[in-house]
């Protein structure tokens, strides 16, 4: 998949039907694609069950799209989500698309937008129908995602230097750490383990409204050569490429 950092990208997320804890490794994925300037998540919110996605979405930006459930048994939900799909996509501003649902009522949707040459991105459980993964440009199971985050996370905090014993507290945070780690593991790397600084940082800022001078620096290069956990690369043709140590 072309990488495309500028390119405006939508997250549509059908709330009944997707896992909260998948959305940070989600907005990592959809980085592939560009950046994710459009994130809403559809349910009716007075629904106790829907209660783990309100702090997801204030920390990430994801704006609730309420919907009463006007007859039992009939989900007007995916027909708003539905609607709204089509509307973003013959604006032409949106340039892909990622669905996080496990309901194959979505499938019809995924085969029009791929139709008008738009990728899209399906995240859902294991036990998604198979007409909604094979309507997808790409289906990935969020659960897979989860669990790989939550290794790669114990990794990072068994990597962290432990400075207690000087006196002093370690330079950076667990949070920055995983963050970086996970943009890290997520984007392209040569034969030799080195990935772009510049995909790395825009996997980072899909993910949250990470920004270098939160930790003391103004770019990005000097924030990730600062820390011990990466090997930083200045090439010849000016290109920066990271690579992670541990």
């Known amino acids: 998949m072309t990488y495309a950092p500028s390119a405006n990208i939508a997250l549509l997320i059908d709330a009944d039907n997707a896992s909260h804890a998948a959305i940070d490794p989600v907005l990592t994925v959809l980085a592939e694609l560009g950046q994710v300037n459009i994130r ?12 783990g996605w309100i702090d997801k979405m204030h920390r990430y930006g994801i704006e609730p799209q309420q919907q009463f459930d006007l007859t039992k048994g009939k989900n007007a939900t995916d027909m708003k989500m539905t609607i709204d799909a089509l509307d973003l996509l013959y604006s032409g501003r949106v340039h892909g698309f990622g669905i996080m649902s496990s309901d194959s ?38 659960n897979a995602l989860i669990k790989a ?10 990597a962290e230097p432990n400075d207690s014993a000087n006196g ?3 330079q950076f945070d667990t949070e920055l750490l995983r963050l970086l780690v996970d943009a890290y593991n997520a984007s392209k790397r040569d034969e030799n383990g080195y990935a772009q600084l510049s995909e790395v940082g825009q996997r980072a800022g899909n993910r949250s409204s990470f920004d270098t001078r939160n930790y003391g620096f103004t770019r990005l290069f000097d924030l990730v050569d600062a820390i011990p956990n990466f090997a930083v690369e200045r ?11 541990r």
Do not use: H
């Not at 985050?149 to 068994?158: F, L, P, Q, S």
């Not at 090439?235 to 140590?245: A, P, S």
């Open 105 to 142: 009522d979505f499938m019809p949707l995924a085969m029009r937008i791929r139709q008008d040459g738009s990728p899209v991105y399906g995240f859902g459980s294991g036990k998604t129908p198979e007409a909604f993964r094979q309507a997808c440009t790409r289906f990935i199971d969020v």
């Open 40 to 51: 809403r998540a559809y349910g009716n919110w007075r629904k106790t069950s829907l209660k």
């Open 168 to 170: 002093t507290s370690p």
């Open 235 to 245: 090439r010849d043709n000016g290109e920066v490429w990271l690579k992670r140590l």
């Open 149 to 158: 985050e939550g290794t790669d996370a114990e990794r990072t905090k068994r």
